[in-house]
């Protein structure tokens, strides 16, 4: 787990992750096609349960994953936006050179339509340059989506449509980079669970970006009574990898590089209860909830909300 995902401090942000040594190693490379159309699914989520080995898709549906030879006994998971989640064997997955999802196909509920205007507007969480302490990032090769549960207030029934969602970086200075935005209802187990956009929705920063503001006012999405979560999900492609140099402070262990996948994200410290948070990692969701750098306080994704009527 803890290899999966990370807390990142500015001033020691080459220190948190440990080296991942691989023992002997096989390479999984392919196309993942969508069954009906074959045209190549990008940006799929690629996860080992029980492991902390993945990665994505990339923008052509293809993939490349190294396999630690104590995996070859495990499951993959390949699971994207608007397609039937899959599981199978590693073994089967290292010989597969198409893999194959099945489109969703999702029975519409009933909706309510209302009219809406541009007069009122209402931001949930609002955050400040200076309010940004730390954050997060990811060297691992585990794909990993972080989410952040927003509960439904009465305040918000004048205004009750989502405009907008921003996401903080200021604290960063990231190189160019994509993500996707993700969102999700609140299941059973009050974790994240069905997907409430059904197309891809990619966010492209440009270099040293502080915010990216995602206007999803045409998708109509009414506030849910039971509340939503707002998720972060990184994208392990080529086009996110950056090689940085770690230095130990054992002075007799040499620098060592790796390959992180930006962007690093930025957080608020908060008091421990006050935000929920939930990752998908290794194939399945899970409350998160850790400490930022030397602080009692909880890391909180900074993800702001603009509502409107």
């Not at 940085?244 to 608020?268: G, N, Q």
Request: glycine content about 4%.
């Amino acid at each position: 787990m803890q290899e999966s995902f990370f807390l990142v401090h500015m001033k020691v942000f080459f220190l948190l992750f440990p080296f991942l040594v691989f023992s002997q190693q096989n390479v999984a490379k392919g196309l993942v096609l969508d069954k009906v159309t074959n045209e190549p699914i990008p940006y799929v989520n690629i996860s080992i349960l029980e492991s902390t080995i993945g990665t994505s898709s990339d923008d052509d549906g293809s993939f490349s994953l190294e396999i630690k030879e104590e995996d070859i006994n495990k499951i993959v998971s390949l699971s994207s936006l608007g397609y039937e989640s899959s599981k199978i064997p590693v073994s089967l997955f290292l010989k597969s050179e198409e893999i194959f999802l099945n489109p969703k196909t999702e029975v519409l509920e009933e909706v309510i339509i209302k009219d809406k205007f541009e007069e009122k507007t209402k931001t949930v969480n609002r955050i400040e340059d200076s309010d940004l302490c730390h954050g997060f990032g990811s060297f691992a090769e585990n794909p990993w989506i972080i989410a952040l549960y927003f509960p439904y207030k009465e305040a918000y029934e004048e205004t009750e449509f989502l405009k907008l969602i921003k996401f903080h970086f200021g604290n960063f200075k990231n190189k160019k980079a994509k993500f996707r935005l993700r969102l999700f209802t609140v299941g059973k187990d009050s974790l994240p669970d069905i997907d409430i956009l059904k197309e891809n929705v990619i966010v492209e920063l440009k270099k040293k970006q502080k915010e990216a503001v995602v206007d999803v006012a045409d998708y109509d999405i009414i506030f849910p009574r039971e509340g939503f979560y707002v998720a972060f999900e990184w994208l392990y492609i080529p086009y996110n990898e950056e090689e940085v140099t770690f230095h130990f402070a054992d002075k007799k262990r040499k620098k060592e590089k790796r390959i992180k996948y930006l962007p690093a994200f930025s957080a608020t410290c908060e008091e421990e209860g006050e935000f929920t948070i939930a990752v998908y990692v290794s194939g399945e969701w899970r409350f998160y909830a850790s400490n930022a750098y030397r602080s009692e306080k909880k890391a909180v994704p900074a993800i702001s909300l603009t509502l409107s009527n």
